[in-house]
């Protein structure tokens, strides 16, 4: 039986657990029905191949694709060069996928885009996100409301479309929030994956990150498990329905 391959870049554990642990919980997936490779870890891609999946997921992380070579860690450096097959095949052979938040930046890039801090919202929080009209007729958004909320905050954005991509929703301060490639790739700047218990899981580990202040991480916290973000679960649902 096909499982779904789930893809993390997170060096540190709990925050990967973490993530983990939302992606079955969101997607009401078990434990057997995925493989997970944690792919800063040294040769964490050898014999991976999408084609034996269902579907890939590609979670979110620390990292920025758009900063310097000379600034990235060696693990960045190392799952920015393992990837790359994985994500050219995916696009070649329009393999289901769906990458979150750090996802947009290692695909824009790919994709002859332009990813940069232009539009980046390292303030954590909760944000109305609008979905287009090319989005309304896909089967991720159909049966969601527009605008809805979700959990937002990255250091950089897709500043600039890549020619094979459309984009499907935008907020007001970010432009590209969910965009497709071909008819199975999907990826998001927003968080579809979690809720406000992990969110502040990972507010905590990624407090000293640069993202905000360290002494506004428990305010941050406060605000984001007032809001309603069930809506945006529904689209991370949907791939996963759609192509289990």
């Known amino acids: 039986m096909k499982k779904f391959l789930i893809i993390q870049s997170r060096p540190e554990d709990e925050a990967s657990g973490g993530e983990y642990q939302s992606i079955l919980e969101i997607g009401k997936l078990k434990a057997e029905e995925v493989d997970r490779v944690r792919g800063e870890k040294s040769l964490a891609f050898s014999g991976i ?128 929030q969910m965009m497709r490639f071909g008819k199975n790739v999907y990826v998001t700047q927003f968080h579809p994956e979690m809720d406000a218990e992990a969110f502040a899981v990972r507010i905590r580990i990624y407090k000293n990150h640069g993202y905000f202040k360290p002494d506004q991480a428990e305010d941050i916290i406060n605000k984001i498990v007032t809001q309603d973000i069930s809506e945006s679960w529904k689209i991370f649902r949907n791939f996963i329905e759609r192509y289990k």
């Open 49 to 176: 191949d999408p084609e034996d999946y269902k579907g890939v997921i590609i979670g979110g992380g620390p990292f920025t694709y758009s900063d310097e070579e000379s600034k990235k860690s060696e693990e960045q450096k190392q799952f920015e060069n393992d990837i790359q097959p994985i994500l050219a095949k995916i696009i070649e052979k329009d393999i289901p996928c769906f990458a979150i938040c750090y996802g947009i930046g290692l695909l824009t890039s790919k994709e002859g885009g332009v990813v940069s801090r232009k539009y980046g919202e390292p303030q954590q929080k909760v944000e109305p996100i609008n979905i287009n009209e090319e989005g309304k007729r896909d089967p991720l958004l159909l049966n969601v409301q527009t605008p809805f909320n979700a959990i937002v905050g990255h250091k950089e954005a897709c500043e600039i479309l890549p020619r094979s991509a459309t984009c499907l929703a935008s907020s007001l301060d970010c432009p590209v």
